[in-house]
């Protein structure tokens, strides 16, 4: 489980084929930059731009992960090597919970259609992203995505796009300040919406049945 707040920026240092369970994979060799890494065993999670990957190795200058065809087949981005990617340790119990609960299990894909200043200063920047139109259902105004790993609030919505706003803040700390019009990225909606909407269904299901009886 992870907050959506990003602890570092690193970099794919390394792509390397690899089989799981016979099918064609990935291993990556993670630059960390900044992050510590000291406290991260084997078999630690890490999000990785947004995806919850199982470190391997721990090197001198890297950290390992491996990446399976279903990942690489609802992700973007992991396959490219000195890719800069954002970084962010599983979430302790004792942590402050700064962004929103996050899985680390990408959606699906989306990609920015709009780039502008939302402030005469440009200092802040609103981004337009396409989404999936099955994804749609679970994004509200007000509420919570997680885009390329990091926690963001969703200011308007529409019929096939969202727009979030990005401040100077997330803009140094995270790669977002590398978005442009065409970029992918990797969306999780908030995992609540989903509950919840599996709630409703029963509820309805339950009901339907209790009418035949």
Same mark, same amino acid.
């Given at each position: 489980m992870f907050t959506g707040i990003v602890q570092a920026t690193g970099e794919i240092a390394q792509v390397?084929?690899?089989?799981?369970n016979g099918q064609n994979s990935l291993c990556l060799g993670i630059f960390p930059g900044s992050l510590d890494v000291s406290d991260i065993s084997i078999g630690d999670s890490i999000a990785v731009n947004g995806v919850?990957?199982?470190v391997t190795a721990l090197l001198e200058s890297t950290f390992t992960v491996d990446v399976s065809q279903e990942t690489l087949s609802c992700t973007y981005g992991l396959n490219k090597i000195n890719k800069r990617v954002n970084l962010e340790? @599983? #979430?302790?119990?004792?942590?402050? #919970?700064?962004?929103?609960l996050v899985s680390g299990h990408v959606d699906a894909v989306g990609e920015v259609t709009r780039l502008e200043a939302?402030?005469?200063?440009g200092n802040n920047y609103l981004v337009t992203i396409r989404s999936p139109?099955?994804? #749609?259902?679970?994004? @509200?105004c007000k509420g919570s995505i997680t885009v390329n790993g990091v926690s963001l609030t969703v200011n308007r919505?529409?019929?096939?796009?969202?727009?979030v706003n990005l401040i100077p803040h997330t803009?140094?700390?995270?790669? #977002?300040?590398?978005l442009k019009p065409g970029s992918q990225v990797n969306l999780e909606v908030d995992m609540l919406a989903r509950y919840i909407e599996r709630l409703s269904e029963y509820s309805r299901n339950l009901e339907n049945e209790n009418q035949y009886r």
């Open positions: 390397d084929k690899i089989r799981i919850c990957l199982t340790k @599983a #979430l302790r119990l004792s942590d402050r #919970l700064g962004g929103h939302s402030e005469p200063n139109k099955h994804l #749609l259902r679970y994004i @509200a919505i529409t019929q096939e796009e969202f727009c803009l140094s700390n995270t790669t #977002l300040n590398e």
